[in-house]
T-cell receptor, first 113, second 114 residues
Framework: GAVVSQHPSWVICKSGTSVKIECRSL??????MFWYRQFPKQSLMLMAT?????????EQGVEKDKFLINHASLTLSTLTVTSAHPEDSSFYIC?????????FGSGTQLSVL | GDSVTQMEGPVTLSEEAFLTINCTYT??????LFWYVQYPGEGLQLLLK?????DKGSNKGFEATYRKETTSFHLEKGSVQVSDSAVYFC?????????????FGQGTRLTINP
């Protein structure tokens, strides 16, 4: 089946720094990718829909200036957490559809000190 | 809005035990329902799905039946194996984007001991 690669799988950063997470579709093209966030013991929450060549669509309550999404090619979407703070520590996961199926990356655990 | 509630984990069972992971949902309209599984170090994978009431999804010995009257989609397996140890997510999709825009439960970590 299709493969979505997410990198890095975990990252620790200092408060105030920015962190970039990459999501690649390895053997298919994706005009749309989805970014989710999961806090401990809570649901995976959709943050935004990344659209190749145009602006991302953010879910209600998600700060677009804090979570910058760039979908510059048909196989790559990036999520940048800007000026990260400890409350941004979470598990971030991306997914991409191939026909009617969704394929997920393995996730990124972000810890902000 | 739409939501999914799963039984809280973690769940620990012995090999060959019977497994049930409860999942209930609230949604307007008629959503499709899914179970995803995440093995250690891997991405979520679709385990099974059901698209309408009374449908039964099945895969790898797992089953779940779409129960509209109880708004449930409980996951069951008759005899679990160590290799079933993973995190299981119940999810629903609704709206025009269908399976692409999902609402997830919080996940249930399952550990099977030999």
């Amino acid at each position: 089946g299709a493969v979505v690669s997410q990198h890095p799988s975990w990252v620790i950063c200092k408060s105030g720094t920015s962190v970039k997470i990459e999501c690649r579709s390895l053997d298919f093209q994706a005009t749309t990718m989805f970014w989710y966030r999961q806090f401990p013991k809570q649901s995976l929450m959709l943050m935004a829909t990344s659209n190749e060549g145009s602006k991302a669509t953010y879910e209600q309550g998600v700060e677009k200036d804090k979570f910058l999404i760039n979908h510059a090619s048909l196989t790559l979407s990036t999520l940048t957490v800007t000026s990260a703070h400890p409350e941004d520590s979470s598990f971030y996961i991306c997914s991409a559809p191939d026909y009617e199926k969704l394929f997920f990356g393995s996730g990124t655990q972000l810890s902000v000190l | 809005g739409d939501s999914v509630t799963q039984m809280e984990g973690p769940v620990t069972l012995s090999e060959e035990a019977f497994l049930t992971i409860n999942c209930t949902y609230t949604a307007t309209g008629y959503p499709s329902l899914f179970w995803y599984v995440q093995y250690p170090g891997e991405g979520l994978q679709l385990l099974l799905k059901a698209t309408k009431a009374d449908d039964k999804g099945s895969n790898k010995g797992f089953e779940a039946t779409y129960r509209k009257e109880t708004t449930s989609f409980h996951l069951e397996k008759g005899s679990v194996q160590v290799s079933d140890s993973a995190v299981y997510f119940c999810a629903l999709s609704a709206g025009v984007q269908g399976a692409q825009k999902l609402v997830f439960g919080q996940g249930t970590r399952l550990t099977i001991n030999p």
